[in-house]
Structure formats: C-alpha cells, structure tokens
C-alpha cells in the first residue's frame, strides 16, 4: 500500500494530465491535479475525495464522473507496472472504492433501470400467458449464454449485465444498481473507439469490433464487442444492446500457436540435419534449409510441392517404397538412399521417416529426417585406409629391404659376367637379366617410397610452381594425345610446409592416372583441368578428368595398394597409394569423385602450416 501511495502522489500530475488528454478537457489538469493528490490520503481508509477544486473550475457532474474514472484507469495501470497477483488487486479494489464513493450520483431513468433489471427475473411471472413463453426463452438465453450480455444508454451509464457477464467482470449486481458506467470498464485506449460507435451516424451497428475492458479487480480483458442501437418512439437512441465475447482463451491459444511454431521454426533452423514434411500423398510441405541443402536446391521454396519420388533425376524407386512403408504401416522407418537429385547433387543419407498422426488417428503427413553420412563414410574408408596403408606399410618395409640384398647380388655378378663375356648371344641373355633386376630394383624402390615416413625437412612451397613444374614433364605427350589441358591456378597462393619432391611425385602420379584415363575416350572429349584455390587453412589443388569415370565400388579401391584398373603388365597399382601415404603424411587429404561416364575429380588438400 505505501508503494502505491507514493506512486499517487508522486505520479499524480501525470495521472491528471493523461486523464484529462482522454477526455479532451485539458484546461482541467490543475484541479485535477490537486483531486488526485487526495488519494495518498484515502487510499488505505477508502475515504471520498474532496472534488470541489474541479467545480470551482466549471466542471459538471458528468465531465467529474469521467475525469476521475479516467484518473483512476491512469493508475490502475501505474500500479499494474510496479505490482501484481494479489497486491496489485487489491490496491486497485481500495482505489475504485475511493472513486466510486467521489463520482456524483448518476442520472438514470430508475423506469428504464427496473425494467432491464426485472425483466428476467420477474416480468415473466406477470406476463401475459400468451407473452410467457417469450420471457421464458429470453430468460432461457440470458441465462445459459456464457459471454457477457449488456445494455447501457446513450451517456454509457450500464442498465444491465447477465450473470455470466457479471462473473467475468468481476463485479456483484450491487454494484450494478449502485451506478456502473462503459468508463469503469472499457480500457482508456478504447474509449474514443467506443465512443464513436456510440455517436456515430449508424456506429453502434458497424460490429464487430475488439477492444479491452477492465475487470473489477484491475484485470485486463480482451473482447469482442457486437452491439446494435434500439431507438424510441421519436427515433432517438433508446439503449445500446450488445454482447461481449471473452477473448482471453482465444489468445491464450494463439499465443500457445505462436510459441509453438516459433520452437518448430527455431528447431529447424538449428537442426543439424535436413527435415523435410510432406503430406500423405507424399508432396513436400515444408523444408529446413539444410535439406534443402543436401539436395542441392537453391533454396527451401524450390523443394516446397514437389513429390519425395521427383526429388531424384529419374523415379526413384527406395523413395516411394519408404514413403509406402510409413503410410501403410503407420510405422517409423529408417533407410539408406543414394541417388542424384534433380538439382544435380548427389544425395547420400540416411532417412529416418515417421508418420504424422492427429488425435482422430488419422493421417496428416510424414516427417523424413535427412542423415548426410557422406563425410562419414569418406571418414570410415580414411580411416580403414590408413589401417591398410600402416600395416602394409610395414611388411612392405622389410620385403622391400629383404629384395634388396639379394638384388644386389644378382646385378653385381650379372654386370661382372657381361664385362666378362664376348659372345653376343651371351652379352643379350646378360642385359636382358639386368633390366628384368633393375626393374625390380625400381619396384623395391616404389615401395619403399610407399611405406616411408618423411625424413626430409620441409620447407616452404609455392604449390602453383610445383603444379607447373609436374606439367611440364607431361606436356608433350599429353600434347602428343591431343589433351586439351587448362591451368587454373589462384594467384597469391599462400606457401605450403612440405617436401616439395614427395609433393611434385603426387602430382605426378595423378597427372599420369589422368593421362590414361582420357585414352579410353575419344579425343575430342579429352581435357584435364588443373585447379589450385585456398580457403585460408590449407591449399586445395584439383584434378578433373572428362574420362570414362569410375563406379563407387572402384572410386572406394584406388588408394589401395596393388589395386589397378589397366590390363596385366601395365601397371602395378602403387601410384595413387604412394600419392595417398605421402599426402596423409603431410597432414592432408586426398579424395576421388566419379561416376560412369562422368569422368574423375581428384581433390588434394594440404594445410598451409604443417
């Protein structure tokens, strides 16, 4: 109570001069000022205030009665902001005590006021017998009706509430015999709306309409108000006859709308997979961005209408059989589907779908949650690989140096007996030895390449030089193969930690890999592009081939030792391992994507520091 008291006079120049800019009385502000200062002092004991300041001003009964109804709203809503729940309650009950014992009496047609008032309750049981029927389903109806029923006349002095409508202002039928007015109620802010639907040409019939009203107890309520004018015999303004629905569940449900849809909308958005929702025909009826994503559409709207079976270039058939399984069984299910959707990008997820139920049990759609396990399982047969490389790596170490000795030993005395030789068929079955052993010695060498952990320092390097250096030793027979070659290098490269010889041997390796791919095409199809780019944390160099392609089984093998694509004798499968161990050892990644017909990309990416 002291904190309201303070407010009151502290506050109360305020509270006056917004009452008095509510009811365009502005010269009253002084006097009302002065009324409202009374408050601190009658508040707690609900004493009468002293208004004689606002008659000595000129003001009228009527203009007092809203001066200080509108004072009082002025500081229901101060107390609103600086207590609640029960506190707040009552101090506004102790405030519209001390008003309602201030206003002056209203002028009511106490005939008019009886009738309103009995006309449920008694006038059906001194009716005519012929009018009781009537009064029996009007009482039937005001009676049952749950929303508030009211009657008030042409200066906004209430006749009559129904009981349901009593309730939910929060005020007795004593207090409606002892004078309530649209003031006490309706929310400042709406006064000048209500006021004009009452003296409007017609207003009182342009309804619906929404405002707010007050509850006895300081409560603001949200209704919707339909009203129609009944005029006397002279066709003047009779009584306002309207009735008042209560809007507060309503909002509490628009509200909880809201809520939830801002948490969905939130979900999505930071879902770290794709969510697509589709209807029970399977056309897709929202979208996250990620999904979107994933299928490489331009954005959510692309993919909103389209069927989950025309998201792929052709129809996919594991798209409708999945979405069937869940309409049919009503069951989650959960599948792995690759294909190229139709905006060009590979799909490769696990999708997680369940139905869409409603409290009837029927069925409203599905949710498909999009797993993207590419990464993962490019990591997977990373991780597989290195297993593969490191402990080959190890027997290729010793087999590699278990071959050297003893090839030592047969090109020492092959070279021994050549020199000692003279007979020329001898001399050739020597040579011959020599390079069949000197071949071995390269494939030895290869290996242990292979199987080798740097040793050499690394240095830094422009990797565009290293590119153009590898280039140029294959210029002139891919020149020779009429292979259209173009140079995309980023210029401003930053340099790269690393052993320039093992780095210019994986170009190499991919550059030759390219080579005889591009043979197996015609010529006029036959172009490799060299990229080079950088995303600040490493250096990405690029290899795309128009070559024949590869399928994914052959794509997941060509890291793999001895693995090879060419006939018998043509090659021993080392290359593209060596080039694999070698930029895994520089803390990089090499990875490979193709498809049939689609020639073969190979993506290097090394760190800028080591």
Known sequence: ???????????????????????????????????????????????????????????????????????????????????????????????????????????????????????????????????????????????????????????????????????????????????????????????????????????????????????????????????????????????????????????????????????????????????????????????????????????????????????????????????????????????????RTRFGKKLHCDVIAAPLELDDGSLDGVVMLLVDIAEQKSMQRELLQQEKMSALGEIVMRAAHELNNPLAGILGYAELLHQAVEKRSHKDKLERIIDEANRCRRIGENLLAFAKRGDRERLPCDINVLIQQAYGLFEYALNVDRIAVTLDLAPDLPQVHCDSQDVQRVFLNVINNAHQALLEVEPDRRRLTITSRTDRSSVQIVFADTGPGMDEETCAKVFQPFFTTRDVGEGIGLGLSVAYAMITNHGGAIEVESEPGRGATFTISLPIRA
Not at 74 to 88: Q, T
Not at 297 to 315: F, K, M, Q, T, Y
């Open 1 to 339: 109570m002291t904190t309201c008291i303070d407010i009151l006079v502290g506050s109360a120049e305020d509270i006056a001069k917004a009452a008095a800019e509510h009811t365009d009385s502005e010269a009253y502000i002084e006097p009302l000022t002065q009324v409202v200062q009374q408050l601190g002092g009658c508040l707690e004991d609900e004493l009468p205030l002293d208004v004689m300041p606002l008659r000595e001003a000129g003001a009228d009964d009527a203009l007092i009665g809203r001066l200080l109804r509108a004072a009082e709203t002025e500081a229901i809503e101060l107390f609103r902001a600086s207590s609640n729940g029960k506190v707040f309650a009552g101090n506004v009950l102790h405030l519209r005590a001390c008003i309602r014992k201030s206003l002056p009496p209203a002028v009511l047609n106490l005939e008019t006021v009886s009738l309103y008032h009995n006309l449920v309750d008694n006038m059906a049981q001194t009716a005519h017998p012929d009018s009781q029927r009537l009064y029996d389903f009007l009482a039937g109806i005001l009676h049952n009706i749950r929303d508030l029923v009211f009657v008030h006349d042409a200066a906004g002095n209430i006749l009559y509430i129904n009981d349901a409508g009593l309730a939910v202002v929060k005020y007795t039928r004593e207090d409606l015999m002892q004078g309530l007015s649209i003031y006490d109620v309706v929310v400042s802010k709406y006064i000048d709306l209500v006021e004009e639907r009452m003296t409007a040409p017609g207003g009182g019939n342009l309804s619906p309409f929404t405002i707010e009203v007050y509850s006895k107890d300081g409560e603001r309520i949200p209704m919707e108000i339909d009203t129609r004018i009944l005029t006397n015999h002279a066709g003047s303004t009779d009584v306002i006859v309207g009735i008042s629905r209560d809007l507060r569940l309503e909002r509490r449900f628009q509200t909880e709308i809201r809520r939830t849809n801002c948490y969905v909308e939130t979900l999505l958005g930071i879902s770290p997979h794709g969510v697509i929702i589709a209807d029970a025909d399977g056309s897709i009826r929202d979208a996250n961005a990620i999904a979107a994503g994933l299928c490489g559409a331009p954005s959510v709207n692309a993919l909103i209408g389209l069927g989950l079976c025309d998201l792929g270039e052709r129809a996919d058939a594991s798209s409708r059989d999945l979405l069937e399984r869940v309409v049919d069984a009503r069951r989650d299910f959960r599948a792995c589907v690759t294909f």
